[in-house]
């Protein structure tokens, strides 16, 4: 799998691949070993080119969108379909949608008699 992917690569990307792989051959015979995960080696080429992990934007932005979870106040019920939808928005992008906790937090942000 990892040398067909290998015949995908543009020039730059080729020359750090092959430079990877001329440096440290131990980390590539463990890539090989992983077996035939196209992911694995998207993930370490991107590292190569970019200089971090791929992964950790999404990180970041969900740590981001939690922190806005935590923001979100309700005041009044005129404003509880625009609420409900940023909550929804934050939830699914957090994956934290189907998180009783989160929920839990919603409820006590509810003004009123259904509010805790």
Do not use: C
Not at 6 to 30: H, I, M, P, Q, V
Not at 31 to 47: A, E, R, T
Not at 86 to 91: D, G, S
């Amino acid at each position: 799998m990892v040398k067909y992917l290998e015949t995908t690569l543009g020039d730059t990307a080729k020359r750090a691949w092959d430079n990877f792989k001329a440096s440290y051959e131990n980390e590539d015979r463990e890539l090989l070993s992983l077996g035939n995960k196209p992911q694995n080696f998207i993930n370490l080429v991107s590292y190569l080119l970019i200089g971090s992990d791929p992964n950790m934007g999404s990180r970041y932005q969900q740590s981001d969108v939690v922190r806005k979870l935590e923001q979100l106040t309700l005041k009044d019920w005129t404003h509880v379909i625009l609420f409900l939808n940023n909550y929804i928005h934050y939830t699914s992008i957090s994956q934290n949608i189907h998180n009783e906790e989160f929920l839990n937090k919603l409820i006590n942000k509810l003004p009123s008699a259904l509010g805790r």
